[in-house]
Each structure stands twice: as structure tokens, then as C-alpha cells.
């Protein structure tokens, strides 16, 4: 196993986990300015111990996945507000939801990348799953 792929173990765990019980979950994709060194530490200690997170130096930035168990109804705007209170700054975030998006960690990944991408194409300093959900539009050719 590739030492870069090693902190994505518990993420992929996190999936077959909620794959072989048959229950949601929700993926967060966050790019965080990088202030200091201890950026990417302070952003893998704000979660609890039953969410899977991985945090990585990606050029000036850190990239935060955590997946969540959506099972009692996940409040993504608190998990956003406590990753800007540990960044102190603002984070771009995306979200992709297991099984709706992908029923794997790349799959889900990618989503959520995609989704990422736009909101920071359009400038948008925060993508919530609500209005992520809006702005995929129709997913039929007939816009039903």
C-alpha cells in the first residue's frame, strides 16, 4: 500500500462500513488556507473520535475529507462552522452523499471535487449540500 494512500484507510473503512449496513453517510471535501504548520493538525482534532478524517498539505492549502453516519440527520452548516473556527479562515467545501453520489471513496471523491471545483469557479467562498442540490438542476433531458 502507497504511504499517500495510508490516511485514506479509515475513509475507505468509513464506506464499506456504511455500505454493508446499508446506511447513509455524507463526504466533506474542504480546502483550507494553510496558515501555518499546525493548520492541517488543528483541522484533523476538531472532529469527533467516530468521524473518519484525513487531512494532507496540498501546495499552500490543506485538504480536509471527513465522512460522517448520516443516519439521525447530519447538520452540515455546524460541521462547516466548527472547520472555520479550527482554519480561522474561510474554507471552500463541497459535499457528496453515500450511496446517492457513489458507493465508493473514489467515486464519492470525485463528486465532491467536481462540486468543489464550481463552487470555486463561481466564486462562492462556501458550497452548502442544499444549494449544491439546486444548482445540479434537472437530472432528466424533459427538466422533470
Known amino acids: 500500500m502507497s504511504m499517500r494512500r495510508l490516511p485514506l484507510l479509515n475513509l475507505e473503512?468509513?464506506?464499506m462500513r456504511c455500505r454493508r449496513r446499508e446506511e447513509p453517510a455524507a463526504l466533506?471535501?474542504?480546502?483550507?488556507?494553510?496558515r501555518g504548520r499546525a493548520?492541517?493538525?488543528?483541522?484533523?482534532?476538531?472532529?469527533?473520535?467516530t468521524d473518519s478524517?484525513?487531512?494532507?498539505?496540498?501546495?499552500?492549502?490543506?485538504?480536509?475529507?471527513?465522512?460522517?453516519d448520516d443516519d439521525d440527520g447530519l447538520h452540515g452548516e455546524i460541521l462547516e462552522r466548527?472547520?472555520?473556527?479550527?482554519?480561522?479562515?474561510?474554507?471552500?467545501?463541497a459535499w457528496a452523499r453515500f450511496p446517492d453520489d457513489g458507493v465508493t471513496l473514489d467515486?464519492?471523491?470525485?463528486?465532491a471535487r467536481m462540486r468543489l471545483r464550481g463552487?470555486?469557479?463561481?466564486?462562492?467562498?462556501?458550497?452548502?449540500?442544499?444549494?449544491l442540490a439546486a444548482?445540479?438542476?434537472?437530472?432528466t433531458g424533459d427538466g422533470k
Do not use: D, K, N, W
Not at 478524517?53 to 460522517?68: K, N, P, Q
Open 53 to 68: 478524517v484525513a487531512v494532507a498539505r496540498v501546495g499552500r492549502h490543506c485538504e480536509l475529507v471527513a465522512l460522517f
Open 82 to 93: 466548527r472547520l472555520r473556527a479550527a482554519a480561522g479562515a474561510e474554507p471552500a467545501v
Open 119 to 131: 463552487a470555486v469557479q463561481q466564486t462562492s467562498p462556501l458550497a452548502r449540500p442544499a444549494a
Open 28 to 34: 466533506m471535501l474542504a480546502r483550507v488556507p494553510a
Open 13 to 15: 473503512r468509513h464506506v
Open 107 to 111: 467515486a464519492l471523491l470525485l463528486v
Open 135 to 139: 444548482a445540479s438542476g434537472p437530472t
Open 39 to 49: 493548520t492541517c493538525h488543528r483541522l484533523a482534532c476538531c472532529y469527533r473520535l
